[in-house]
């Protein structure tokens, strides 16, 4: 089974809309817990941290959900420019080896 | 910029010849990761280092690939006797102690 899983899309919405992503992760000792963004033929970026209660900022909020080992990101009122693919990352813990794992990320276009 | 940097950002060569990427990391940060990343595709893992330590070698890795960060500081990533299938974009992360990476630009490989 693989650390980190995310449905790939795409997921082709209206400017405006609302659209939510999940990622799943195996570990239950994950210890915390990113969103990246990454445009075509581009770096990832670190979009947020995804927190125990819950993080906002903006139109853009995290939640983390232990009991169901899943993390989500919400995105409202969808603009052109958040076109892209979302990564999650999930810090499994431990020392002295990669403790990092991404999902394959999930690509969103917003079409006007 | 302060940022992770990556050179060459492109490079085109023939198969079997060897290429050499380097990564200059965020100074501060003592952790740094290789990746590998294909269209469609998250980031494979490749390597980690803390400092100068190399700590783990992802299986992907065959003996073509090396790194080294021989003074804790920027790294090199070589590979010998590409192979077309070595086409892709190779990405470095430096990690600080609030546990987010920051990526470079890439440095995409193409083997003809």
């Known amino acids: 089974r693989k650390e980190v899983e995310q449905d790939p899309g795409p997921f082709n919405v209206p400017e405006g809309a609302t659209v939510a992503f999940n990622c799943t992760y195996s570990?239950?000792?994950?210890?915390?817990f990113f969103w990246y963004r990454q445009d075509c033929r581009k770096e990832p970026k670190l979009l947020m941290s995804?927190?125990?209660s819950g993080n906002e900022d903006g139109r853009f909020t995290a939640q983390l959900n232990r009991a169901s080992q899943y993390i989500s990101l919400l995105i409202r009122d969808s603009k052109l420019s958040d076109s892209a693919t979302y990564l999650c990352?999930?810090?499994?813990?431990?020392?002295?080896?990669?403790?990092?794992?991404f999902g394959t990320g999930t690509r969103l276009t917003v079409i006007p | 910029d302060t940022g992770v940097s990556q050179n060459p950002r492109h490079k085109i060569t023939k198969r079997g010849q060897n290429v050499t990427f380097r990564c200059d990391p965020i100074?501060?940060?003592?952790?740094l990761y290789w990746y590998r990343q294909t269209l469609g595709q998250g980031p494979e893992f490749l390597t980690y280092?803390?400092?100068?330590?190399?700590?783990?070698k992802s299986r992907l890795l065959s003996d073509r690939f090396s790194a080294e960060r021989p003074k804790g500081s920027f790294s090199t990533l070589e590979i010998q006797r590409t192979e077309q299938g070595d086409s892709a974009m190779y990405l470095c992360?430096?990690?600080?102690?609030?546990?987010?990476?920051?990526f470079g630009e890439g440095s995409r490989l193409t083997v003809l």
């Open positions: 990352v999930v810090n499994v813990g431990g020392t002295g080896a990669n403790n990092l794992f």
């Open positions: 992360a430096s990690r600080g102690f609030t546990g987010e990476l920051f």
């Open positions: 280092f803390q400092n100068e330590a190399q700590l783990e």
């Open positions: 570990n239950s000792a994950s210890q915390s």
């Open positions: 100074s501060e940060h003592n952790r």
């Open positions: 995804v927190y125990s």
